[in-house]
């Protein structure tokens, strides 16, 4: 059968059969078109360059090509066979060209991407901002009138290392380095921002694939770890106390670590130039197990759901938070200090876990070819601090960390928390050297292979804090009896369930709004099978971010939610006596016949749901509330 190969140099016929194999095929478009094998260039199936052949002992008729197939050569470095004895001085300026040309594409490819990428609105905002630091005027070296300016109080720009050494930043923020870059020459016109990438690159067709062969085109550069300038967040802070006291009250009521998802938003951090705060308003708890010692995550068939509330509320997972208390003195309260300098503020299994979390949430960038450059997701500690007090501590790890994590290249040692370790490269993998410098006992800088690698090279502090006026989102309740139970905590005992439900509505029944503005109500609101109001939790959570108590009334006079009522009337009548013989304390204006429902119980004329602990008539075969089957 004749292919039809089109290129830029016009369209050739190539000659094959079914049963050649690939790598005879590329051969023949080779001769065809005049190409060395070191020449760019590929042959796809799309004009795009989508979906390449690839040197390969398999037949043609594997790739269902057929009489008359038009197929694309893509040349980047077009090299002829008879331009091969070109003069040296001609090779190296031929080289030059296809260097420029491909920086040109680079940028161009740059350019395009940021056409597509959608940036967060703090990254927007802060882009169009000025930036610029203001200085007050000079009493000691500025001699001219209040409305002109010198080099002594004219503003500067808010990478200024001074002004960031004076302020005490180590690290200052994404959009200042943005700036910096932009301060050059070229203003900018050249910034790319490219992924590390520790992978080889895919398609090379001039070897055969790895572990057979390698080249420098496809092997990945050697890694130099080395302090991270910038930091993607500058701030975390918590909206009120009270939302870190909750997480704590897991590991003060069983003695066992706790893990959660910090749900907020991004805005301006002040005091930083064009810096970036993490604003948390609530703490999701996902399903897992605990111990004194560590957190195992569990599948959580719930995700989508609580991603879907936050969306409503104009939240997002912007961390993750874990505790890591021991006790020191109960009389006190005081708790173990044992994460400092002379041990490790984050260990190796942490790092990657972290890394892992931000690989999951980068950041919009319009400067990637990828649309995406590093991560705004951070990291909280809660433990023990100098004063064996409880403190919370903020990190996020670099991109370098993130490159090798999610590439499968750093793994945590056996006995030693503070040290990771760089795997090598196998018959499977292949792993790129990774060095960090250190100074040695003469005080030389020396270069060390990462076997292992201490993690504090890979760290980035991020400082964390609460308002000294809190005005949450979520007002903390009034009393702990009065809050309502936080998701997935069986293990204390506390469950959310639809007559918990009941008892906190009617315990705030004098204020709708104040009994559903709590994050876990909404949540319990939105994975609960038994309410019917999944559909409608927009605008109800609409109305918690606006504090708008007219629009949650109208809200409750929908047909959905007279539903919800009709079953909270049901349990509050004759199902009150029930939730006092499931345990519940249900709290209601009426009196509650307990006596009539033991006896009921005891006689056998009623039985109790094991799943909803619903009292149900004898006759019934399924549960009135739940509809699961009595065994």
Same mark, same amino acid.
């Given at each position: ?72 050569? =893509? /040349? ?45 609105? /703090? ?9 610029? /630091? ?15 300016? %010198? /080099? ?109 998802? *910090?749900?907020?938003?991004? &805005? ?30 569990? !599948? ?38 044992? #994460? ?22 980068? =950041?919009?960038?319009?400067? $990637?070819? =990828?649309?995406?450059?590093? $991560? ?74 990462? #076997?292992?690698? !201490?993690?504090?090279?890979? *760290?980035?502090?991020? !400082? ?13 309740? $009034? ?20 007559? &918990?439900? %009941?008892?906190?509505? #009617? ?5 709708? *709004? ?104 004898? $006759? ?12």
């Amino acid at each position: 059968m004749i292919l039809r190969i089109e290129s830029s140099e016009g369209m050739k016929r190539v000659e094959v059969e079914q049963a050649d194999s690939i790598s005879s095929f590329i051969n023949k478009v080779q001769e065809a078109f005049q190409l060395e094998s070191s020449g760019k260039w590929s042959l796809c199936r799309t004009r795009d360059g989508m979906d390449p052949f690839y040197r390969s002992a398999d037949p043609l008729s594997k790739f269902n090509l057929r009489h008359g197939d038009r197929l694309f050569l =893509s /040349i980047v470095s077009p090299v002829k066979a008879d331009e091969a004895t070109a003069s040296q001085s001609g090779l190296a300026s031929s080289m030059a060209v296809t260097a420029a040309k491909t920086d040109l594409a680079m940028v161009a490819s740059s350019r395009d991407a940021a056409v597509s990428v959608k940036e967060d609105d /703090i990254d927007i905002i802060l882009s169009k901002a000025n930036g610029q /630091i203001e200085r007050k005027r000079d009493a000691q070296f500025c001699r001219h009138r209040d409305t002109a300016k %010198c /080099i002594h109080c004219i503003p500067i720009p808010p990478y200024d290392a001074e002004y960031l050494a004076k302020q005490e930043i180590k690290h200052m923020s994404f959009h200042s380095y943005i700036r910096k870059q932009h301060s050059g020459v070229d203003k900018g016109k050249f910034l790319f921002l490219e992924n590390l990438s520790c992978k080889l690159k895919p398609g090379c067709a001039e070897h055969p694939p790895w572990p057979q062969g390698i080249c420098t085109k496809c092997q990945p550069s050697a890694v130099t770890l080395k302090r991270q300038e910038y930091r993607h967040v500058d701030n975390i802070m918590f909206e009120d106390r009270s939302i870190i006291e909750g997480f704590l009250g897991f590991w003060r009521a069983s003695g066992k670590q706790r893990l959660g998802i *910090l749900y907020g938003k991004y &805005t301006e951090h002040k005091d930083v130039p064009l810096g970036i705060k993490a604003v948390v308003s609530a703490i999701y708890e996902p399903p897992q197990e605990n111990s004194p010692n560590d957190v195992r995550l569990l !599948p959580d068939d719930n995700q989508d759901r609580i991603l879907q509330v936050g969306q409503h509320l104009g939240l997002r997972p912007v961390g993750w938070v874990f505790s890591d208390l021991a006790s020191e003195d109960h009389t006190k309260g005081t708790v173990k200090y044992f #994460r400092h300098m002379d041990t490790y503020f984050l260990s190796a299994e942490e790092c990657i876990m972290a890394a892992d979390l931000q690989v999951r949430h980068p =950041s919009p960038c319009k400067y $990637s070819s =990828s649309g995406y450059f590093g $991560s705004k997701f951070a990291t909280v500690v809660v433990s023990g601090g100098a004063d064996n007090q409880v403190c919370m501590d903020g990190y996020q790890v670099t991109d370098q960390c993130m490159a090798l994590v999610r590439d499968d290249c750093f793994v945590p040692t056996v006995d030693a928390p503070e040290l990771g370790f760089i795997r090598e490269s196998t018959t499977e993998q292949y792993v790129p050297d990774v060095f960090y410098k250190r100074k040695d006992k003469y005080s030389s800088e020396v270069t060390k292979i990462a #076997r292992p690698l !201490p993690v504090e090279y890979l *760290l980035v502090q991020v !400082p964390v804090a609460a308002p000294v006026i809190p005005d949450p989102m979520f007002p903390p309740p $009034s009393s702990s009896a009065a809050a309502f139970p936080i998701e997935n905590r069986e293990a204390l005992g506390e469950l959310q369930d639809f007559p &918990t439900f %009941c008892k906190h509505i #009617r315990q705030n029944a004098s204020s709708f *709004l104040s009994a559903v503005s709590n994050f876990h109500v909404l949540c319990f609101m939105a994975c609960c099978d038994v309410l019917p109001v999944r559909g409608m939790l927009g605008v109800l959570c609409e109305a918690v971010v606006r504090r708008d108590p007219a629009l949650a009334e109208q809200w409750c006079s929908s047909a959905e939610w007279a539903t919800v009522v009709h079953m909270m009337d049901a349990m509050s009548g004759d199902g009150m006596a029930d939730m006092q013989a499931a345990g519940h304390d249900a709290v209601d204006g009426g009196s509650v016949n307990t006596e009539s429902s033991s006896r009921n119980q005891e006689s056998g004329s009623v039985w109790q749901c094991q799943h909803c602990t619903f009292l149900n008539q004898r $006759s019934s075969a399924a549960c009135e509330m739940c509809g699961l089957p009595q065994s």
